[in-house]
């Protein structure tokens, strides 16, 4: 598969655009090859955005792909619900506005990190966490954190990468489905 020339990037909120908008940049991206929604502040649920505006993204990246090669990736927190659940939302969204389901071909990426990207973030920064604790409120860093963790994010993603024993899965799911990208 060709490397995209375009990606949208659909997110919850800052931190999730700098995790995923260093990603990129690190695969050597242009900024005018990145486009980033992110949840409007103040303005209700940001996960609920995010399902919200997932399938009409989904529908306007496969008609971007028609004239195009370009991606899509989708960020959403699983909070409190299991990833398979959170995904599973998702495709309901998709089945509700009658958009066919994502095939594995397409360059359309879902992450959800559990519980939250703060979670994936300290993991990628070597730090022991579990999927079960909210992170969110115990550093004030977040920002200072981000560059090394999408380095080593970029660094997981390499072919033939051996993921460290202390990566949580919600990231490898991650991985993995970073790795259906083509850079």
């Known amino acids: 598969m060709p490397r995209p020339s375009f990606v949208i990037v659909v997110v919850e909120d800052e931190r999730h655009k700098m995790l995923v908008y260093r990603y990129l940049r690190g695969h050597g991206l242009s900024p005018h090859q990145i486009r ?5 502040s103040g303005q209700g649920s940001a996960e609920q955005w995010v399902r919200s505006t997932y399938s ?7 008609i971007r792909c028609a004239g195009a090669t370009a991606a899509l990736i989708v960020m959403i927190d699983a909070d409190t619900r299991t990833v ?11 089945a509700e506005n009658g ?27 070597e730090q022991a966490v579990d999927e079960a ?22 660094q997981w993603t390499r072919s033939n990468a051996v993921l460290p024993g202390h990566c949580i899965d919600s990231l490898r799911r991650g991985v993995s ?6 850079f």
């Open 36 to 40: 980033i929604k992110t949840s409007p």
């Open 56 to 62: 009409d993204e989904v529908e306007a990246h496969r």
């Open 84 to 94: 398979p659940g959170r995904l599973a939302q998702l495709s309901q969204a998709l």
């Open 99 to 125: 958009i066919q389901p994502i095939d594995n071909n397409e360059q359309v990426v879902r992450l959800v990190p559990k519980r939250n990207v703060e979670t994936w973030i300290l993991c990628l920064n």
């Open 133 to 154: 604790t909210d992170y969110k409120g115990t550093r004030d860093d977040w920002n200072e954190l981000i560059p090394r963790a999408s380095e080593r994010l970029i």
């Open 177 to 182: 489905e970073l790795n259906r990208l083509s």
